[in-house]
């Protein structure tokens, strides 16, 4: 067994603002992330732009649909650590803290195709950062991975060069699925401290700090990917959206 962060608590009392909700139309760009405060989807890579057929991100009535195929977009995947990327995501203006988030959303990944040991994945990312140290991390929940025995991950990321920690969402999947499924993620203080701590213990130079107020949000996403070889995965996405709850 991969370790687990803590279960969320109920906050008695809590008082809920919505912070981020999928627009009707999603606005698409090609390596760079949208204006802040805005939603958008970004294909990643300075060489191939959106669209890129297969490699596509379309959106309609509420509905945004991704495809990624890294063998429509050779050179960005060769420029960014074999990885083939397009990513629906929200950066803050102000970041902001909350004593919780629920990040929630529904998916189907109708198609995924991979061979000779590559991977197509989806991971929902919140990205922290921390206002004494002046450094940022990645806390992710995989949603869907073509390896099934994926689980927690504590890692460095090489492109943004920010430590990651992955670990699966309960109803996770490494088996495609067409019909629309839910997903809801809440981190707290206690989520957000486990993950400091499992960076700290994996790198031992990182400094980051052990308060979990100390902690603000810049920034979610929801990530579809490829990843070491040629593969494809199709995704659809709807009701995004992002609570916080104090």
Known sequence: PTPQPPAPTSLPGKVETLLVRQP?????????????????VTLWGAFEKLPSPPTNATSRDGV?????????????VASRYGLGSVVLGYSFA????????????DIRVPRANYANGSVAQVVGYFNFFDRINKQNMWLGHIVFDTRCDAGTLVKWDQGPNTPVVNTRVPNFSCRTFGDWR??????????IAWAA??????????????????????????????????ARIDV???????????
Not at 236 to 246: A, C, F, H, K, S
């Open 94 to 105: 102000v970041p902001v803290n909350f004593a919780q988030y629920r990040y929630s959303y």
């Open 197 to 230: 701590q499992q960076l700290r213990s994996k790198y031992p130079a990182l400094m980051l700090s052990s308060n979990p107020a100390d902690f603000l949000l810049t920034h979610v996403n929801l990530n579809p990917e490829t990843a070491a070889g040629t």
């Open 182 to 191: 839910s997903i809801s993620v809440t981190i707290g203080p206690d989520q």
């Open 24 to 40: 009707l139309t999603v606005p698409v760009y090609s390596n760079v992330n949208p204006p802040r405060d805005t939603v958008g």
């Open 236 to 246: 659809g996405v709807r009701n995004w959206q992002l609570v916080g709850i104090r």
């Open 64 to 76: 945004l649909d991704i495809v990624v195929d890294s063998a429509s977009i050779p050179r960005n």
